[in-house]
């Protein structure tokens, strides 16, 4: 219920201050979040599968974030952003769309 709380309120807050990205992370953000959902529907399976570990989740999501922004910043070094970024949001989407699929599977029997 904390939490649910927590997200009401980080979107109410966020409506009112309008928080801006600066111009040189707009490309990571979109990245960062999906690497973000990955980890969020890994933890949601984990605690379905009874194997949650708040330690494992708060440092997956953590490294998930930033192995993410670190490939697609190497790919912007190397002229290749756009190829990078697809590949990680193309790894990324199977991850969660497999999460997606066991967590289904647990909820519905099916």
């Known amino acids: 219920m904390i939490a649910v709380l927590g997200l009401i309120l980080g979107v109410v807050v966020g409506f009112f201050v309008r928080p ?24 949601l399976r984990a605690m379905l599968d009874g194997i949650f570990d708040d330690k494992v989740f708060v440092v997956s999501f953590l490294s998930n974030v930033v192995v993410a922004a670190l490939i697609v910043f190497l790919g912007d070094q190397l002229g290749v952003g756009a190829q990078l970024s697809t590949g990680v949001v193309v790894v990324l989407g199977i991850r969660i769309f497999s999460n997606v699929a066991a967590i289904r599977r647990h909820v519905f029997r099916a």
Not at 20 to 43: H, K, Q, S, W
């Open 20 to 43: 801006e990205v600066p111009t040189a992370f707009e490309p990571y953000l979109p990245i960062a979040v999906v690497a973000a959902l990955d980890a969020v529907f890994g933890g």
